[in-house]
């Protein structure tokens, strides 16, 4: 029989265990027992300093915002302290009239300063998109903000990505899909077939120029730190330009001896005269200093204005190197924003590829970020179609006031076969499709030159998402006007006028 150990002897053998891991607090314990568990679990934490009474003071406000709210308090804690293994709900705090959070004389986006004290110390306040759960996002513009630091993922701008890029000791799987081999735009050259003996992959000819498809090949490596960063030679095989493009594009006109006039405003005042860029210089650079060097630089700084206000002096300090535009092929426009401060960039092409309805949406386009803003081809098909139907439906009206009975064929080319806008019953049209007729009928020469026209402000957003309405309410912004498609609209609609002369005849 053994001998029973002696206490002292546990005692000694106690002490020399490691610790056991505490467990994490609950929204029920006091507020010094939970922010005193959140501070151990702070990323880059240095005792002592500015930065470590800041970090006691924000998770103290935000406790005890959540004292209320014990749901959310209790999914906070677990976020933290498990560092997000286990899913957590949203932790939400009221948005303020700006959308900072003032701590400690600091201010701050809410969701940034917390992603920072928990994950990133290094973190930018444009580098987070939030997860697909989180619903209360800082970015949705609800009432209510998600702070949960967990519900964000960041995303290195490209300006943050070292040039040019090293991918020498990149491995790449032969055995993943297409779509993670090649950018989205280049895989519409790859059909797939479903058929007897399962699906088949057929490469169109009329894909890349330089032979790269499904089936072929990947680029080297010296390709792709060649162009994988010149986006006109990227757009040259993008799906927009693999449609046939249209008689009017196939250089029936000769272009224009300028493709872009550039216009500068202060609120509502023209400040300065208009740029004109001509065609043979295929960028254009539109910047806030001044000492134009160059015959395609805009140098906003030099301009002065009697009129100009102390928010607009402000704004103009932030332009800094501004935004670079680049005409590709024959129309289509890239742009890049090299200010250190987004731009807000007005684009229907934007608008279609967000799946916004025209004119409805701004777009902040952050630091370092290179995008296409407008394509020609879908430009002039918008134009031609909005104009076709203008010009149906003013017939149609014409039509029924005449009480023709060919009012009702008319009216079909405007509003199709909906039920909706035609009595399935009566053949006659419903107050919805005499609705959609005269908003067709409506459509006016301004509504088409708005097409052909990019606006951007600097520093200062404005439309549905922002509390400035209207464009001419922002400090400083442009109007790019593009002479190209402002040439097709013309002979757009010179062509209808013709055709309405022949109908008359």
Known sequence: MMEPVPAMYLQNVQHMLPPQPQAPPAASDACLTIVHSLMCHRQGAVHGGEDETFAKRAIESLVKKLKEKRDELDALIIAV???????????????????????????????????????????????????????????????????????YERVISPAQIPYPLDISGLTIYQTAPPSRLVKDEFVHDCIQIEGEGGTHTVERKSGWDSGYGCNSSLPTVEHLNKNFWDPPSILQHSSMEQRPPSPILRGQLISPEHWCSVQYFELDHKVGETFKVIAQYREVKIDGY??????????????????????????????????????????????????????????????????????????????????????????????????????????????????????????LQVVGESPKA?????????????????????????????????????????????????????????????????QLLDHVLQWTQMYEAGQDH
């Not at 948005?95 to 940034?112: C, E, I, M, N, S």
């Not at 992603?115 to 997860?131: F, G, M, S, T």
Request: glycine share 6%; proline share 5%; charged share 25%.
């Open 81 to 151: 302290t498990m560092s997000g293994r286990r899913p957590s709900k949203c932790v939400t705090i009221q948005r303020t009239l700006d959308g900072r959070l003032q701590v400690a004389g600091k201010k701050g986006f809410p969701h940034v300063i917390y992603a920072r004290l928990w994950r990133w110390p290094d973190l930018h306040k444009n580098e987070l998109k939030h997860i697909s759960v989180c619903q209360y996002a800082f970015d949705l513009k609800c009432d209510l903000v998600c702070v949960n630091p967990y519900h």
């Open 422 to 486: 035609i009595n399935p019953e009566s053949g006659t049209l419903t107050r919805d499709g005499m609705a959609q007729i005269n908003a067709a009928a409506n459509i006016g020469v301004d509504d088409l030159r708005r097409m052909c026209i990019l606006r951007l402000s600097f520093v200062k957003g404005w439309g549905p998402d922002y509390h400035r309405v209207n464009i001419k309410y922002t400090p400083c912004w442009i109007e790019i006007q593009l002479h190209r498609a402002l």
């Open 290 to 411: 001044v000492n134009p060097s160059e015959p395609n630089r805009f140098c906003l700084g030099q301009l002065s204005n009697v009129h100009r206000t102390e928010a607009s002096e402000k704004a103009r300090l932030h332009v800094g190197k501004g935004v670079k535009l680049t005409l590709s092929g024959e129309g289509d426009v890239w742009l890049e924003c090299q200010s250190q401060h987004p731009v807000f960039v007005q684009s229907q092409y934007l608008d279609k590829e967000a799946k916004r309805e025209p004119g409805d949406a701004v777009h902040k386009i952050f630091p370092g970020t290179h995008l296409k803003v407008f394509d020609l081809h879908d430009c002039y098909d918008t134009i031609k179609g909005k104009a076709q139907k203008a010009q149906s439906a003013a017939r149609a009206q014409a039509l029924a006031v005449s009480g023709s009975p060919e009012a009702a064929h008319a009216a």
